[in-house]
């Protein structure tokens, strides 16, 4: 199984997940399947539409960059970042 | 004895909750909440006694937090809030209200979601983006988003809502259809001043007690209409800008409303000659009175965004108001008389008061 390193922000969303998870899965779309299994809901934190990753959400499968379709073998070690770019203002701002 | 208040509060960085003593004196501030996501809305279920705040994280999307004990725990969902797979991202939610056992949620680009299990599921209301004027929706300076929604008191059926840069909608059918509602209202950006739709809302209110008359705040004039929006009537009179966002009501007179007009679009955004003031009318928008005790009179470059102010429902009726620059002022006495509850929050974008007993 792989194993998934989540960040605090994320883990923090759903109280009692633990920040690190072994699960199934061979590309990470089916790895994010299998935590939203566990964890009800993780996935729309980190999928957006299309589906692809949310635009500041980084992963990492076995320290290189991932997209939805990056395949995951069964010793993969799975990082789960958010993105430094992710800080900046609400951009819908309140219209003033 | 009265009732005590808690403020529920949307702010740049997480939700807060404020909870006052019988004299509406001293206040306890309790937060940030929603793990300090941006919250543009906080509300309250009376008939359930949930919160509900919607917003989005930069990183983690949009959703709308719920809790059942005032804000001690949460959970959030955006489970159903999507456009689907090939539809457009939505940035974040801007208005949450519940009303006749389905909650609402306005988002950013527009649209219109429901949720009849207290906002753990949400299906989208798919007949406000068929609209046929919905090809021609452009954004404002917020984006394009769905910002108002307002529960007629009687008919679940009817509710109105609004849209930043479009304008005013009703449907009548539980949402199986819309129609415009900006009759009378100007758009001085656009060549026909008073198109059928392409109105800027900032923010509307049903009067209380009524079932049809209808205050709107917009970017160009404050307006009422008696009529459910069919039509609109400018108000906006004496007022120093027909620019603002926020807009209370009174919870017993419906002739008495609150905005806090700011110096126009293009000037800052701010209130005028960086003097804050709220304006009273007591007469349904006839005449206007400036009310600024206790407010700052001279550098104040801050702004009233639009679900940043409250009426409770005490008598006299207390008004909160939460300011870009991170103070919570409130009266408690009609507006007479104003002084700050808390000074240093973030950016305040909601406020909203609840009796908790």
Not at chain 2, 121 to 130: F, K
Not at chain 2, 160 to 169: D, K, L, Q
Request: net charge negative; hydrophobic share 40%.
């Amino acid at each position: 199984m792989a194993t998934v390193h989540l960040p605090r922000s994320l883990v923090a969303l759903f109280p009692g997940a633990p920040r690190t998870v072994e699960v199934e899965g061979d590309d990470v779309a089916s790895v994010i399947a299998a935590l939203d299994g566990g964890i009800p809901g993780l996935r729309d934190r980190l999928v957006d539409a299309g589906p692809v990753l949310r635009e500041h959400i980084n992963v990492y499968v076995d320290g290189e960059r991932a997209t939805l379709r990056t395949p995951v073998a069964r010793d993969s070690v799975v990082h789960v970042i958010p993105a430094v770019s992710g800080g900046s203002a609400d951009p819908a701002g309140a219209g003033a | 004895m009265a009732d005590r208040l808690a403020l529920l509060i949307g702010t740049k960085k997480g939700a807060f909750v404020i909870t006052g003593d019988d004299d509406r004196e001293r206040w306890s501030v309790r937060g940030p909440l929603c793990e300090g996501w941006p919250i543009h809305d906080v509300s309250y279920d009376a008939s359930t006694g949930a919160i509900l705040a919607g917003g989005g994280s930069p990183w983690y999307g949009p959703a709308v937090w719920r809790s059942d004990d005032l804000g001690e725990t949460w959970s959030h969902s955006s489970d159903g809030l999507t456009y689907g797979d090939d539809g457009p991202k939505i940035a974040t939610v801007w208005n949450v209200t519940a009303a006749h056992g389905t909650v609402w949620a306005g988002v950013d680009p527009a649209g219109l979601f429901r949720s009849d299990d207290g906002g753990r599921t949400w299906s989208h209301v798919q007949a406000l983006r068929d609209h046929p004027s919905r090809p021609e929706w452009s954004p404002g300076a917020g984006g394009l988003c769905l910002h108002t929604i307002i529960p007629h008191p009687d008919d679940p059926d009817r509710l109105w809502v609004g849209i930043s840069a479009v304008g005013m909608f009703e449907t009548r059918d539980g949402g199986a259809t819309f129609e415009l509602r900006n009759k009378g209202v100007r758009a001085d950006f656009h060549p026909d001043r008073y198109p059928e739709f392409g109105q800027c809302v900032h923010k509307a209110i049903l009067a209380t007690g009524t079932a049809e008359t209808l205050l709107q705040q917009n970017h160009c004039g404050v307006y009422r209409s008696a009529d459910g929006g069919r039509s609109w009537t400018e108000i906006t009179g004496s007022l120093p800008s027909d620019f603002g966002f926020a807009m209370g009501g009174h919870p017993t007179r419906p002739e008495t409303a609150w905005i806090v007009p700011l110096n126009g679009a293009d000037k800052g955004r701010y209130v005028p000659d960086a003097a804050m003031a709220v304006w009273r009318t007591r007469d349904a928008g006839d005449s206007w009175q400036r009310l600024s005790s206790g407010l700052p009179q001279q550098d104040a470059y801050l702004a009233v965004l639009r679900e940043a102010m409250a009426v409770d429902r005490l008598d006299p009726a207390g008004v909160y108001i939460g300011t870009s620059a991170g103070v919570l002022y409130g009266s408690r006495d009609e507006g007479d008389s104003w002084r700050p509850i808390a000074e240093h929050l973030p950016p305040i974008w909601s406020v909203d008061s609840v009796a908790v007993g």
